[in-house]
């Protein structure tokens, strides 16, 4: 990272907080005007010195390394993130709606790993563990 000139963080724990992967010491032996991106900031950052900044202000500075971590970074181009989220999740809605929930679930893994709440219980267990819930399994609520 010393050398670099753009670090982009991009670490997705689903529902869950992402860890952070880049120190302070890390951004502090960086070049002078290097840039970082944080696309993590919506999950709490992927770098010690990010914080989540606006379109209207969307950069600082820490240890002369510009930072970039605009949340909701798909708000700047609704239309194309709104066409985007449809065509990936229009398929797993048919399949709920066409097999109900457990059998979508039961013929698709993908979407099963998707659920969050089932009856009443959280069943993902990064959900559950930044909620400070037992996970259920699934599997074991429709037994």
């Given at each position: 990272?010393?050398?670099?000139?753009?670090?982009?963080?991009?670490?997705?724990?689903?529902?869950?907080?992402?860890p952070v992967l880049v120190t302070e010491d890390m951004v502090a032996n960086m070049r002078p005007r290097a840039v970082i991106v944080d696309c993590a900031i919506d999950q709490g950052g992927c770098v010690e010195t990010a914080r989540e900044t606006t379109h209207t202000d969307p950069v600082y500075e820490v240890h002369g390394v510009v930072h970039y971590c605009v949340g909701n970074v798909p708000g700047a181009v609704p239309v194309t993130s709104t066409k985007a989220l449809t065509n990936a999740t229009l398929p797993y809605l048919v399949a709920l709606a066409v097999e109900?929930?457990?059998?979508?679930?039961?013929?698709?893994?993908?979407?099963?790993?998707?659920?969050n709440t089932m009856g009443g219980r959280v069943v993902n267990p990064a959900v559950a563990?930044?909620?400070?819930?037992?996970a259920a399994p699934l599997h074991e609520l429709w037994s």
């Open positions: 990272m010393a050398n670099a000139d753009l670090v982009v963080g991009a670490v997705l724990v689903p529902g869950g907080r992402a109900g929930p457990q059998r979508a679930a039961a013929l698709d893994p993908a979407l099963a790993a998707g659920f563990g930044a909620l400070g819930y037992p």
